[in-house]
């Protein structure tokens, strides 16, 4: 088994690289970029502009402005990479590329890039004034909470539902409650988080729960029961309308493996030797339907934790990683763009892995060492 988690760890250095990699050569063909963005915002064409740009953003508008009067033709060859920077002091823009790093030919920023995260030497954010560390620690409590809670309450729930629809199957029990199931999984997400608010978040009826951040203003002075209430009240929407569509993909999935397992000559004969259910239930049946859910762990959990929560965390005004990375984009704020990436991309690979551990304490007739990867 060692043998196995050490070529699967080294597997994750080429597979990191060409995600990078791709993702890095995509985005020098992409539109726009943080040097443009620091010219529309001194030149008032950015009308989403919030950024702060390390140095003073105020000192960079009077360079610019000072030497706006005649530059020469040295200008023209150097402002003219950039849209909207005919007018501004070449030096300006040289000091901009340096700032941001791309004086340097591409493939040399790559390679200073992957360097510098090999060492987890993420940097500072472009318009922040914060390292990215710092940054992504920030934001992490939010995106954990909602993606670890979905992902527990979600397998707590389904994997039950899913075992007694399959002993049921074909019962009135097992109708309705796909049924249920169907109509909760076409539901989107957004649309039920809508809902909620207008139910019971002072929209039009109730106002029992909050909307901003996870936990209150006073949490501090409240008593560590009253801080446990006070986190899960804040949570209790977000994670409903979360919630609500995760049900159905684990519950059929854990259903249709049990009923495979169960149809199997094996449990037939578990039967025959005077094994009650219960026995053959969770005692054979159990651990090989098992494997098909615990392979869906990892893609569930990231999901849930990183992509899933995006709109979840905008309805509810909660400033987490999902948040983070769409305002980066939008932003041009590549630094914490591929920080983020990097470290998602490496979360995934180890999830992946932890998952395949997983089926050897499961069954643990599996057996990695023997085959090649």
Do not use: C
């Not at 094994?275 to 494997?291: C, I, K, P, S």
């Amino acid at each position: 088994m060692g043998a196995y988690i050490l070529r699967r760890l080294l597997l994750m250095i080429p597979t990191l690289v060409g995600i990078m990699a791709i993702n890095f050569f995509i985005i020098q063909f992409a539109p726009g970029g943080p040097v443009e963005r620091v010219i529309a915002q001194l030149s008032g064409t950015d009308v989403s502009a919030t950024a702060r740009i390390s140095g003073g953003s105020s000192d960079m508008m009077g360079t610019g402005n000072d030497a706006s009067g005649g530059s020469g033709g040295g200008a023209d060859s150097v402002t003219s990479k950039y849209r909207g920077a005919r007018g501004l002091d070449p030096e300006f823009i040289k000091e901009l590329e340096v700032q941001f790093g791309f004086d340097k030919p591409p493939f040399e920023r790559f390679l200073n890039m992957l360097w510098n995260y090999a060492r987890f030497d993420f940097g500072e954010s472009y318009f922040r004034d914060i390292r990215i560390l710092d940054l992504i620690a920030e934001k992490l409590p939010v995106s954990i909470s909602l993606g670890l809670w979905m992902t527990l309450i979600s397998y707590l729930v389904s994997i039950p539902l899913g075992i007694r629809k399959a002993v049921t199957d074909g019962s009135r029990f097992d109708v309705w409650t796909s049924g249920v199931i169907v109509v909760a999984y076409a539901i989107p997400g957004f649309l039920f988080a809508v809902l909620l608010i207008v139910l019971f978040a002072g929209g039009s009826f109730w106002d029992f729960f909050p909307l901003v951040g996870l936990v209150s203003e006073n949490w501090e002075q409240l008593s560590w029961p009253e801080r446990i209430a006070d986190y899960f009240w804040h949570l209790a929407l977000p994670l409903t309308a979360m919630v609500l569509s995760a049900f159905a993909t684990t519950t059929l999935l854990t259903k249709n493996s049990f009923l495979d397992e169960i149809r199997k000559q094996y449990v037939t004969t578990a039967r025959a030797k005077g094994l009650t259910e219960r026995q053959v239930l969770y005692g054979h049946v159990f651990r090989n339907a098992m494997l098909i859910v615990v392979a869906g762990f990892p893609g569930a959990f990231i999901s849930s934790f990183f992509a899933g929560s995006l709109l979840i965390e905008t309805i509810f005004n909660l400033d987490g990683l999902g948040l983070l990375s769409f305002e980066s984009v939008i932003n041009r704020d590549y630094a914490v763009v591929f920080a983020t990436l990097y470290i998602f991309s490496l979360m995934g690979l180890l999830v992946n892995l932890i998952s395949d551990l997983t089926y050897t304490w499961i069954d643990p007739r599996i057996d990695f060492e023997s085959r090649e990867v």
